[in-house]
């Protein structure tokens, strides 16, 4: 299992240049107002009882300034960096749980 296969599509983010929309985003665009209506977020990622995990970002129409992409992890937000670090570290604490003896 690749950990960090989810997280290396996010650089594809800056590639997509043809459309506004990065590749992982499902938000149906066009029917917020404003400023909510420029946020692109991934389809959720269940990781625990209620807890769910997405990645967001915004582009700011006019300017193209861009915000993110961050996961968000229950409350939490992340920089793609620290949510690899923390993917990382869980993976660690489940191996260690799996060597023997
Ligand atoms: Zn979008």
Redesign the pocket.
């Known amino acids: 299992m690749s950990s960090s296969a989810a997280f290396e599509n996010c650089e594809d983010v800056y590639a997509a240049t043809s459309s506004?929309?990065?590749r992982w985003?499902?938000?149906p665009?066009g029917t917020h107002l404003g400023e909510e209506d420029w946020?692109?977020?991934s389809e959720p990622l269940r990781i625990a009882d209620g807890v769910l995990a997405s990645l967001c970002m915004s582009v700011v129409p006019d300017t193209g300034a861009v915000d993110g992409p961050y996961v968000f992890i229950g409350g939490s937000e992340y920089t793609v960096a620290g949510a690899t670090s923390l993917a990382s570290a869980l993976i660690t604490l489940a191996n260690s749980g799996d060597q023997d003896g």
Request: hydrophobic share 30%; proline share 20%.
């Open positions: 506004p929309c990065p985003c499902i938000t665009h946020i692109h977020a």
